[in-house]
């Protein structure tokens, strides 16, 4: 049975509004190197309000989208971006895996400004037929595309699904790992929103 690897070497992405309030001279340390992300201050970021009508937040993560059931996508929905916006990114993480940093179940980017919805169960593809542009990194398990929770038995943990909205397209390649994906982003960040999920086994 697929387990989440407490090895796994990914990258971190701050989401307390206590860290955004630090300067953007701050960085935060990220994993495979000298990988940072600069902080971006409380007035300088706008929210962007993430659904799903598979959940809510808090809620326990269907059965469908993880590793014990289909193991797909989950559909997610999203309101307005700034008129700024180029790409938008969007991560799923869980910070409680044991480890150094955060384990990436999925990571897509390069989705156009003008989308504002992805359909259940994505291709695990490096480029994306649909939305047209957008492309998949590798998650911590190393494959492309969304990678279900599969936490160890025990408490359960929790998963955040994030949405970035950013003023440039990311020059990186398709099936690139987070930290290369990562690496472009500092003082590239508009606005954002989570969704929180648990689940355990």
Known sequence: MRRENPKAQIAKIPDSLSVLVITTAALLALALGAVAIPAATAAGIRRIHLTSPAFRTGQ????????????????????????????????LIDPDAPGPTPFVHWL????????????????????????????????????????GPAPPAGSAHHYHLRIYALDIRLAVRPASAAPSVYRALPGHILARGSIVLRYGR
């Not at 059931?69 to 997610?76: F, K, Q, T, V």
């Not at 994306?128 to 957008?134: D, I, K, M, S, V």
């Open 60 to 91: 326990r993560m269907p059965r469908l989208y993880t590793a014990d059931g289909a193991d797909i996508s989950p559909p997610l929905a999203w309101g307005r971006v700034p008129s700024a916006t180029r790409s938008i990114m969007i991560t």
């Open 108 to 147: 897509i980017f390069n989705i156009p400004p003008t989308v504002h919805r992805l359909a259940a169960g994505m291709p695990r593809l490096g480029r994306l037929p649909r939305p047209q542009g957008a492309a998949q990194g590798r998650n911590s398990f190393g494959g492309i595309g969304y990678g």
